[in-house]
């Protein structure tokens, strides 16, 4: 079981910055695929970038590459995605996810753990 605590969101005007955190209880968040997903209004929740247990694979969607970059600190049982370049169509409510199988995964149902969200708001 792992708990999961996001923060960092905000009110951020177009081409600029913000660095989600994503704080885990529970000694075993290395061995999880840690995933940000995000969710507009009237949208569906959709995946924007993932990171394996170890570091040693990170992904992300294509509207968000070259713009986003996940990362984790297992020491600090903590997952981040650093956001630049924000865009209005970036305006949602970012959730963090854990995944125990540690692999790829992309799929909402892939992952058993989610955080109470965070909202991004991005001003043109």
């Known amino acids: 079981q792992v708990q999961l605590v996001e923060s960092g969101g905000g009110l951020v005007q177009a081409g600029g910055s913000l660095r989600l955190s994503c704080a885990a209880s529970?000694?075993?968040?290395?061995?999880?695929?840690m995933g940000w997903f995000r969710q507009a209004p009237g949208k569906e929740r959709e995946f924007v970038a993932g990171?394996?247990?170890?570091?040693?694979?990170?992904y992300s969607t294509d509207s968000v590459k070259d713009r986003f970059t996940i990362s984790r600190d297992n020491a600090k049982n903590t997952v981040y995605l650093q956001m630049n370049s924000l865009k209005p169509e970036d305006t949602a409510v970012y959730y963090c996810?854990?995944?125990?199988?540690?692999?790829?995964?992309?799929?909402?149902?892939?992952?058993?753990?989610w955080g109470q969200g965070t909202q991004v708001t991005v001003s043109s």
């Open positions: 529970g000694r075993t968040f290395s061995s999880y695929t």
């Open positions: 996810a854990a995944d125990r199988s540690g692999a790829w995964a992309t799929r909402v149902y892939d992952y058993e753990f």
């Open positions: 990171i394996t247990r170890y570091s040693d694979s990170t």
